[in-house]
């Protein structure tokens, strides 16, 4: 069962999709919101899950594309976890280009590598973005993930707007000419909910709030996930993140 937050044009229902995929408490979510822009979402329901799939716009000049964001994936999961798993699979399966998230304090993990095995049995193209790179010491983090082998690696951080820039030209590079933006379905004004009246950003605010020019509007199901960042900031790992 689909229920709409916020409506968006009918052309935009066949635009590439993009899915945020990882193990729990990486940041998906923050990245999400960076991402989109702060704009209410299309949520996919699912009984008895606590983290459901979020749908979302995203622009970046001359180009548009949907993106979801997952709860979390553990291949080993059950019960709520391996509900949650279910649905990220089904996203998997959507989606046009895979953005795997993992967490550069934290390193890779044995859950880590067990999805990076089932997104490369996908055959879809891969992109792997290193969350909560904001010291030079979690850059050394990196060196064991471009061990992975992956082409694409990125190096972000979703609190601070690091590194949206390249990782967005490169998913719209990998999406092709059916993510390019069209006047007929984008315009050049802000959007507005017939129903909600609330306005929704496109085109350069969406640009700012990505490159950083912007706060993250996180809705407050993904303050844990943002509180989890801010923690690391600070070396403070105390936080209880639950979700993503």
């Known amino acids: 069962m689909k229920r709409y937050v916020a409506t ?17 408490n990486v940041g998906k979510s923050s990245l999400f919101n960076r991402l989109v822009g702060g704009r ?83 055959g879809k193209p891969v992109i792997l973005a290193v969350n909560k790179v904001d010291s030079a010491q979690r850059e050394s983090a990196l060196a064991e993930v ?12 979703a609190g601070h707007g690091r590194g949206m820039g390249e990782l967005l030209d490169r998913v719209v590079e990998l999406l092709g000419p059916t993510a390019r933006a069209t006047s007929d379905a984008d315009g050049d004004a802000d959007s507005v909910d017939a129903d909600s009246e609330q306005v929704v950003p496109t085109g350069h605010q969406n640009a700012a709030a990505v490159d950083g020019e912007a706060d993250d509007d ?27």
């Not at 471009?146 to 951080?157: I, Q």
């Not at 809705?219 to 989890?228: N, Q, Y």
């Open 146 to 157: 471009f061990a992975l082998g992956f082409e694409d690696v990125f190096a972000v951080s």
């Open 40 to 122: 209410p979402a299309l949520v996919e329901d699912m009984p008895g899950v606590t983290r459901d799939r979020r749908y979302g716009m995203v622009d970046w000049p001359g180009w548009r594309f949907r993106i979801v964001d997952t709860g979390g994936l553990d291949p080993s999961a059950h019960g709520i976890l391996g509900a949650m798993r279910t649905q990220t699979l089904r996203a998997v399966e959507e989606a046009d280009v895979l953005v795997l998230v993992v967490d550069a304090a934290e390193g890779l993990t044995g859950v880590d590598r067990d999805v990076v095995a089932l997104l490369r049995r996908s």
């Open 8 to 24: 968006s044009s009918a052309a935009d229902a066949g635009r590439p999709l993009v899915a945020l995929i990882g193990r729990p």
């Open 218 to 244: 996180a809705d407050p199901e993904d303050d844990a996930d943002d509180d989890h960042a801010d923690a690391d900031d600070a070396d403070n790992d105390n936080d209880d993140v639950a979700g993503n």
